[in-house]
């Protein structure tokens, strides 16, 4: 057995509290409070079943994806899903208004999961657009959070198949 003193015991345990407490930190550089992150439309880790929009509904059907009725407005539906699946939300610091009517809705349905999310599409108010950029864009909201995201227009035109 080694002979230490108290003291240089001490240190050790100090010195292997640190290095454990180093192995453990997450260094991914992700915030822990979640709403001032940026995150994805649909998570990583989960498979998208199908969209409906208005009377449109985006599934797969033996492996390929399908608009059905066929859409009219010129997307290819594994764009669609594509855009779904790896659109990137952007929050911001505003808070939907009791007398905001949404413009378009999207139910999301993932595997695995019984019910789906149900995504509002808000125009963004003069205010903010006027201080973001100078094309009006849309303000996207998923039911029951009160976390707001950012879309393009574009954006807003592909996943909600607006024109």
Known sequence: MLKLSRRNWNNILIFLVL?????????SGTTTSGTQSRMQLVPEDAQLLSVSIDNLRL???AGQWRIQ???RAGVEP?????????????PVAEIAGKNWVP???ASVQLVGEFTPQIWL?????????AVASSQPGFLLQQVGQPQLYQLS???????FLLE
């Open 78 to 90: 594994q764009q669609l899903a594509n855009s779904w699946q790896y659109t990137i939300l952007q």
């Open 59 to 61: 599934v797969q059907i």
């Open 153 to 159: 227009a574009a954006q807003a035109r592909l996943l």
């Open 19 to 27: 290095v454990l407490m180093y192995s453990l930190y997450d260094w």
């Open 69 to 71: 009725p066929v859409s």
């Open 121 to 129: 599409l808000y125009p963004e108010p003069n205010y903010v657009s």
């Open 103 to 105: 413009v378009a809705q």
